[in-house]
């Protein structure tokens, strides 16, 4: 008995380190969060409790003067645009290569595949230069068509999908006299659903923290999404961490609704986002 | 959202259909319009690839045998002198060495994520939380977790303040020297990115059939065995992806260091150096370059892992 209830104290003993390593950093930013400057500035020590539990001020600071409204706004747009134009793009992709034999189909694979190795940061020299040149540098416009044009991740799941769809279900509507719009219209898309949900929570997940890529294509200010608008905190409040605090709650916040809600969904999605 | 894109997709269907011959067309032409339809299905995704990946690449390798300064209309060719310039100039050299913290962390990032992953796949108390746990940090923003953490490191923030608790005071700068702060980053890059690979071999561990812990149980084998003859083989694939992502992770690290230190302090990653090289100090020539060089080393180790693992999961066809 005592080995195995030794084993067993250790396993949660490290379960409960592990736990304090995650929660503590940012539960400490969230006490800071409710604190007033002057309790900082009095030495009010990193893991004291703030004098007024209640003290929302930091909050409405951050969200004013940092302006996170116009943030939110526009990351939700490049949002639900992106996202958008994956789901169809990948969906499109999908079907061309699963349910067709045509000249070239190699090559076309062949493409997307390798397109897959290449890993974003290493070519953004020259994608600047071609995004400039569209004139869509510093616009919204930039990191719509960088997060919708480069997402091999999501085909292979699409792909995945598509495959599992019998394909007797196409021939049935094709004696019906569809063509291969419909069934895609009709038939595929809407099973495709499952994927959907999968690619817009990893999608989602991935275009709400980027920072890279806003930071790059989109310098002016009134362009910020959230990642970029809690990056320009570091000018004007440089030492105030009370509203630097706040911020970074106020970002992560959406995150974590999202996460305590779609938890089996997400795992889900990133186990079979990496695994490909 | 699912409305929208169907919406979006039937008008796109739409206009294709509106395209569409007759019905009862010719046969010929029916044949016609049979090879042309996978095409139509790829035209916008085989634009934006070929304009968002494979024209940069072509663009980089040309810019990087050039001296050209990403604005000006001139541009001369110069060889290979950029790459000896990178292979030459301890300068630019060095943030290769940089990579090493990232790399070890990683390997403390695996193991750690190995372990976590093997203890809650069996039955323990508080399964979900401890997993929601775990993987949460790697859904947070970047920009976030660099302020979390910079107030983290700070003097008299949270790891003295937790320090001091234990009675060890100290007015250590954590960022204040290039090994610490190497160290200090590459610990952060083990709290954010941990998750993920503890969700990833929870998955594998988890697609093991039962039965096999039960037979090995009644055959007397203990947690360790296991561990090291089921478990170990069973996640095999996935545990090499692991290592070949946290290899070109590590290689190309950015946010986290760039948020925190700017790259001050010794911190400066590969592609921090490209940005700055090809942003604020002009040189899109030899940024392109070292950008190249950065694409064929991940190249290299993403090839060497196929050859490793031959999973027949990735073949498209």
Redesign the interface.
Known sequence: MTRRAV?RTL??L??IA??L??????G??FL?SLKSSKELAN?S???SLPDDLLNFHNYVTAFQDGRMLSAFGNTALIL?VA??GT???????A???DR?T??F??T??A???V?A???G??????????VNSFGMFDSLWAPI??Y???DIVS??IF?QFVRSIPISLDESARLDGA????I??KII??LL?PA?ATV?IVKG?TV??D??IPF?YMPSEDLGV???S??R?RGPYGAH?EI??A??VL??LP??IV??SL?RF??NG??RG??? | ??D???K???K???G??LA?PAPAPAPRRARVWR?V???L??I???A??????????A??IA?SFTDWD?VSPELRYTGAENYTEIFTREDLFRVFFVSGYYLAASAVQIV?AL??AT??SFN??FR?F???????????????IG???L??F?D???L???LS?FGYHTDHAWLGTPVSANTSLAGVSI?RYMG?NF??F??AIQSIPGELYEAAELDGAN?WHQFRYIIAPGIKP?LT?TVI?SI?GSL?V??VPY?MTGGATGTETF?IQ??NL??RFNK?GL??AA?VV??LI??VV?WVQRRLVPDD??D??
């Open positions: 084993a396993v949660y490290s379960l592990a736990t390593v995650v929660l503590l950093p940012l400490v930013v800071t030495g020590g990193a893991l639900l996202i958008g789901v169809l793009i990948g969906s499109m992709t079907y061309a290569i067709f045509f000249r189909k190699k076309v694979v493409l997307f595949l397109a190795l290449v890993p940061v290493t070519t953004q020299v020259a994608t600047f230069q071609i068509a960088l919708m044009g480069t085909i292979y792909l063509n291969a719009f419909t895609y219209r898309f809407p659903k959907i817009v997940i709400y923290n920072f890279y790059l959230i990642s970029t809690l990056f905190f961490w630097i605090s911020g970074a970002v992560i995150t974590l996460f305590l938890q997400i795992y990133f186990m990496a695994t490909r | 959202m699912t929208t894109t169907e979006a997709a039937v796109a269907a739409a294709a259909a569409a090879g339809t996978p095409w299905f790829l916008a995704p085989l934006l690839l070929i304009t968002f990946t494979y024209a940069p690449i663009n980089m810019y990403g750690a372990y976590f203890i809650l323990v108390r979900n401890f997993k929601g746990v775990l993987f949460f940090p790697y859904l947070i923003n970047g920009v976030a302020f979390v953490f107030y983290f700070q008299g923030g949270t003295d303040s937790v608790l709290w993920l969700v990833l929870l998955g947690r996935v992806l992502l070109s190309s950015f946010e948020i592609v490209t940005l090809a942003f899109t940024a392109s950008a950065l694409l991940i190249l993403t999961k990735v498209l066809t």
